[in-house]
């Protein structure tokens, strides 16, 4: 029960890494807002872990969503917010970066990095007046090694990665701990949008030649590392990239 009765927020969490998240946290011990903008699919994930979690429609990119969420969960949970993961993320399709148009960009930058200036905004007064309080930001192994096809959204985790380096210098001195979580390519909904053509075994062999532990990231993988950042065991963490990627980066 390594975050039991901590108050926890994690967007994007209907499905993919947000869902193994909500799921981890809850099983030790924490309340759960389950946010997405796919309101069946929190609904459904919030049911199923039971009492200890709650379902929020929000779309990330609207800061009047974010301030609902915040004000939903404080009003089902007691008022306290201990740990945001910030996990909500989109990417353009693998491709040449002259075919990604500009809607598309804004697309991902809305949701990769925007979103993030909201919550920030939304949760910091609240965690300085606890004077505690922990922020994951889900960036990627995109962000420090990128691979072709995905400028755009390389970019965006880029920033994330950056942006959560530079929260942790400026909150530090308020007890607010901020760190980034880097996946490798991951078996999620947006696995073929990243590969940039079709999931078959002999597509995925090109993105695995490149990982030195043979396998793409699983939810459960990223769920372990944002249980470890965000419980008193990573007390003295803070500002660091932390890759789950099985080698890629090395």
């Given at each position: 029960m390594r975050l039991k009765d901590k108050v926890t927020i994690v967007t994007g969490a209907a499905s993919g890494f947000g869902e193994g998240i909500a799921r981890l946290y809850a099983a030790e011990g924490a309340k759960v807002a389950v946010a997405d903008i796919n309101a069946a699919g929190a609904k459904s994930v919030a049911a199923s872990i039971g009492a200890n979690a709650i379902a929020v429609t929000c779309d990330v990119t609207k800061r009047a969503d974010i301030d609902a969420l915040v004000q939903a969960t404080r009003d089902a949970f007691g008022g306290r917010i201990d740990v945001v993961v910030n996990n909500a993320g989109w990417t353009h399709r693998n491709r040449p970066l002259l075919e990604v148009d500009e809607a598309t960009f804004d697309k991902v930058y809305d949701i990769n990095v925007k979103s993030i200036f909201h919550m920030i905004h939304a949760i910091v007064p609240l965690m300085r007046q606890q004077k505690s309080g922990v922020i994951l930001n889900v960036g990627s192994v995109a962000g420090i090694r990128p691979r072709p096809g995905l400028t755009w959204y390389n970019s965006s985790k880029g920033a994330v990665n950056l942006m959560s380096k530079s929260l942790a210098v400026e909150l530090g001195p308020d007890n607010i701990r901020v760190n980034a979580i880097c996946p490798v390519i991951g078996v999620t909904g947006l696995l073929e949008e990243f590969m940039g053509m079709p999931d078959t075994p002999e597509n995925r062999k090109k993105f695995l030649a490149t990982i030195p532990?043979?396998?793409?990231?699983?939810?459960?993988?990223?769920?372990?590392?944002?249980?470890?950042l965000a419980s008193d065991d990573a007390e003295f963490i803070t500002g660091v990239e932390f890759p789950v990627d099985g080698g890629r980066t090395i």
């Open positions: 532990l043979g396998r793409m990231s699983t939810p459960i993988d990223v769920a372990r590392a944002a249980l470890y």
